[in-house]
């Protein structure tokens, strides 16, 4: 297995892939190059869509020194994605600020781990796991003798355990958490916010469905639960104020056992 | 009375197993403290009018205890035991006394009709912490949770699994 961690988008993207291995005297070539060209992409992303840059092209964007028209042609189709994606869950997920700037970082950190995932599987590799801050998709196992990824929740009030074990695999590959005290800066203290939940918890088909999904559930509480349960396939669990936990019958499927 | 009421504990655990077995998982069962009282409580109000409808035994409006032999503990007849919630919605059983002993266990409601419509709805259902974690979570290769920053990942989980990962 190997291991490797680099900080990115401020925060933490580990890299799995179980079928190579790196140490210090043996390094495969295509896991290094690969590892590189990873790295690249997300730093690219961040540099275009941090609005904790001056420098960035949301950031002139978000300034009025670029209008939306004249800005890049990939700007643009991932405005257009995020605002479909409002759009499905009703408005739960929105790329707006309340002040009215754009803010992608919403789904862009999970377009990133999309983009990590389609070049490991180029490089030749089938087992692995991309997880970015908390939110991760995965390909084939961990090991010869472990179906899948176990991937482990943690407890938003005790971050150092876990709450729930699952086993993610190809039907259901990509896993995203959200919760009301993260540092997301996408989930907005709107009026209209809901505290219904803590943390949610949206297992996929890929992780921008499982991520904007599970920001959309903290954003829209009960309401909004309760319309992705019904519209998507998708595996959902959440964690009350008090402490108690709801999930629907795909996410009992998935329970590690 | 008192190996009346002793007896009745045992009908609530009998119950108990029942509905273990019923759901098929042994965990879904809750507290027993609150099954026995429960169920102990039926000594006098013999049967709830929720038994009634399903019931087709016994007249299980005719409070028992009431002509109970001391010698027996407990009159023939049929009692309700009490509703337990499991992770399929509540579970009753009855139990019917002949001669002293615990002749049958039926089961009052398996509430198949509700699990069909939850599994089409697909609707999120309140569920036990003891059914979401279990013996595999030693296996945990990654972490989900809301957002760390750089500067909260050497505390993370993650971090830790990241490093057995390297040495291990």
């Known amino acids: ?257 | 009375m008192r190996a009346g009421s002793a007896f009745l504990a045992g009908v609530g655990s009998a119950a108990i197993v029942a509905i273990g077995w019923q759901a098929g998982v042994g965990t879904l069962v809750s507290s027993l403290p609150q099954s026995q009282a429960a169920a102990s409580g039926a000594t006098t109000a013999a049967s709830s009018s929720s038994g009634a409808s399903s019931s087709t035994t016994a007249d299980t409006s005719t409070p028992a205890a009431t002509t109970a032999p001391v010698a027996s503990g407990i009159a023939d007849g049929t009692y309700d035991g009490a509703v337990v919630n499991t992770r399929y919605g509540p579970q009753q059983v009855q139990v019917v006394i002949a001669g002293g002993k615990i002749s049958d266990v039926v089961v009052l409601q398996t509430q198949t009709a509700d699990r069909k419509s939850e599994q089409i709805s697909s609707r999120a259902n309140p569920i036990l912490r003891e059914e979401v974690l279990t013996s595999q979570s030693s296996k945990v290769a990654n972490v989900s949770g809301a957002t760390y920053t750089s500067q909260s990942y050497i505390q993370s989980l993650q971090s830790a699994l990241d490093a057995a990962g390297f040495t291990g």
């Open chain 1, 1 to 257: 297995m190997a291991v490797h961690s680099f900080d990115t988008m401020g925060t933490m993207v580990s890299i799995r892939i179980a079928d190579a291995e790196i140490s210090e005297h043996t390094a495969d070539d295509s896991v290094i190059s690969v590892l590189n060209e990873l790295e690249h992409e997300f730093a690219r992303l961040n540099e275009k869509y941090s609005l904790y840059r001056d420098d960035s092209e949301i950031s002139q964007v978000a300034a009025g020194a670029l209008s939306l028209a004249d800005a890049s042609e990939e700007m643009r189709e991932e405005y257009a994605r995020a605002l479909h994606w409002r759009e499905k869950t009703d408005g739960a997920f929105t790329p707006h600020r309340p002040d009215g700037v754009i803010d992608l970082s919403g789904t862009i950190k999970a377009v990133a781990i999309d983009a990590a995932s389609k070049m490991l599987h180029s490089a030749g590799f089938d087992n692995f796991s991309v997880n970015v801050g908390g939110d991760l998709t995965t390909s084939g196992n961990q090991g010869l003798d472990e179906r899948g990824w176990v991937t482990g929740i943690v407890d938003p009030e005790d971050r150092g355990t876990m709450i729930a074990a699952v086993r993610l695999t190809a039907e259901f590959p990509a896993m995203a958490t959200s919760g009301s005290a993260e540092r997301g800066e996408h989930i907005w203290l709107r009026p209209e916010t809901t505290k219904d939940f803590v943390q949610a918890t949206v297992i996929a088909e890929d992780i921008i469905t499982a991520d904007v999904l599970a920001t959309a559930i903290i954003s829209g509480g009960h309401a909004t639960l309760d319309q992705i349960t019904q519209n998507f396939a998708v595996a959902v669990m959440t964690v009350a104020p008090d402490g108690s936990l709801q999930a629907n019958a795909h996410f009992q499927e998935l329970i590690a056992r």
